[in-house]
């Protein structure tokens, strides 16, 4: 791989900097959470697909039910405000081991025997994803990391190389702090980075058919939905908890560049009947 000089010595392109690579037309991003990574044979199932997509692909994961468990069973009490995790020192420790350590490493050796050539990575690692721990004025989130710059060149390089990047959600300071960071948010960030060099298509995949007006009811998809129905949704509490900040990273990455972005379970993949909800601006 040719790397930059400033690449090669780990220093990041910001969010915002022009690509110096050459130009390849299509990028498919995929976050999975969700059911879809506590359930193996589900797990698996996705896996397959996502290894038949064609042309250079990233996959990101969350593990936030595997978390919690890890967390109960060490006798720790997890904390959500809005969606959001409260990371205190033992349980990014937690999330270090459990996304970093078991999820990840599971899903790449998933995907090397699905002939599908992943490499496992944090933010940490080739200097891929750099944060900021988060300052919040009202709500200490703890060890909890706001992303600051994503290093589209040696990510590129990687796709150039036929390297299918898996992310788990922790990312770093620069200062030899680890963070853990919204998976949504690294798939949104990355996406927002690429677009810059790719014709980037985000795809978030869980266990439900889309954004459903009833949680409860699968047959309350809805097929499409812009800033305007998500307000008035948020408004009367039809939208809430860990969906919020999912859709909220959805209008930011169409804002910055992304092509196309849906939410739906990840049989939508293959252009089946599960059509899942396309979001617009």
Not at 8 to 29: C, M, R, V, Y
Not at 121 to 132: H, V
Request: net charge neutral.
């Amino acid at each position: 791989m040719n790397l930059s000089s400033k690449e090669s010595k780990g220093q990041q392109l910001p969010l915002s900097t022009s690509p110096n690579s050459s130009f390849l037309d299509e990028l498919s991003i995929v976050k999975i959470g969700g059911n879809i990574i506590d359930n193996p044979v589900e797990l698996a199932t996705f896996l397959i697909v996502f290894s038949k997509i064609k042309g250079p692909k990233i996959l990101i994961h969350g593990g936030g039910k595997s978390a919690t468990k890890m967390a109960e069973n060490l006798g720790l009490k997890p904390k959500m405000i809005d969606g959001r995790r409260i990371t205190d020192a033992p349980m990014l420790d937690v999330a270090v081991m459990v996304y970093s350590g078991q999820i990840n490493k599971n899903i790449v050796a998933q995907l090397q025997a699905n002939n599908c050539n992943a490499m496992g990575f944090s933010g940490a690692d080739g200097n891929l994803i750099q944060s900021e721990k988060r300052n919040d004025p009202t709500i200490d989130y703890g060890f909890v990391g706001d992303i600051k710059s994503v290093n589209r060149t040696l990510l590129t390089n990687f796709l150039n190389n036929t390297i299918v990047p898996v992310f788990c959600a922790i990312t770093h300071d620069g200062k030899g702090q680890l963070l853990n960071t919204n998976a949504d948010t690294i798939a949104s960030e990355l996406a927002i980075a690429l677009s810059k060099t790719f014709n980037v298509t985000l795809n978030y995949c869980f266990e439900k058919p889309g954004v459903l007006l009833d949680a409860d009811d699968d047959k309350s998809l809805i097929i499409s939905i812009n800033e305007e129905l998500y307000s008035k949704l948020k408004e009367e509490k039809a939208i809430h908890s860990g969906m919020i900040p999912k859709l909220e990273n959805c209008f930011n990455s169409l804002k910055k560049g992304v092509t196309n972005i849906k939410i739906g379970h990840h049989s939508m993949l293959q252009n089946t009947d599960c059509a899942g909800t396309t979001i617009k601006l």
